[in-house]
């Protein structure tokens, strides 16, 4: 026998958080959630899932942040590669990498990864 708990909510849709919930609800991804039971459940088990994770490692989010920052960084440097004319763009085997600059992004890669 299937075991089912219901339950009814209220949204006030003057208050500007619930409102906001709301709309979400209407907006939410079928084809990921198939009901709004599902969405909550997965809802519910991640807030409370994070909060244990950072409960246990209060650094957490700390870390997080840090990594999105980082990411950003290398993306705009990437694009800022992209955006540099082919002919300052040389290919590996035309110009070799000295010894002390392959150590310098050896080290800096190491360092980049240490956060």
């Known amino acids: 026998m299937k075991r089912?708990?219901?339950?009814?909510?209220?949204?006030?849709?003057?208050?500007?958080?619930?409102?906001?919930?709301?709309?979400?609800?209407?907006?939410?991804?079928?084809?990921?959630?198939?009901?709004?039971?599902?969405?909550?459940?997965?809802?519910?088990?991640?807030?409370?899932?994070?909060?244990?994770?950072?409960?246990?490692?209060p650094y957490l989010e700390t870390r997080e942040k840090e990594d999105a920052f980082l990411q950003a960084v290398q993306q705009a440097i990437e694009r800022g590669l992209r955006a540099q004319p082919t002919v300052l763009r040389t290919s590996p085997a035309a110009a070799p990498v000295p010894e002390s600059d392959s150590e310098d992004i050896s080290a800096a890669l190491e360092f980049a990864d240490s956060f």
């Not at 990921?32 to 459940?41: D, M, R, V």
């Open 4 to 57: 089912v708990f219901s339950a009814t909510f209220r949204l006030d849709l003057d208050n500007a958080d619930e409102h906001r919930a709301w709309e979400r609800l209407r907006q939410m991804d079928k084809r990921q959630f198939t009901s709004y039971g599902k969405l909550i459940t997965a809802a519910v088990n991640e807030y409370y899932d994070r909060r244990e994770r950072l409960t246990a490692d």
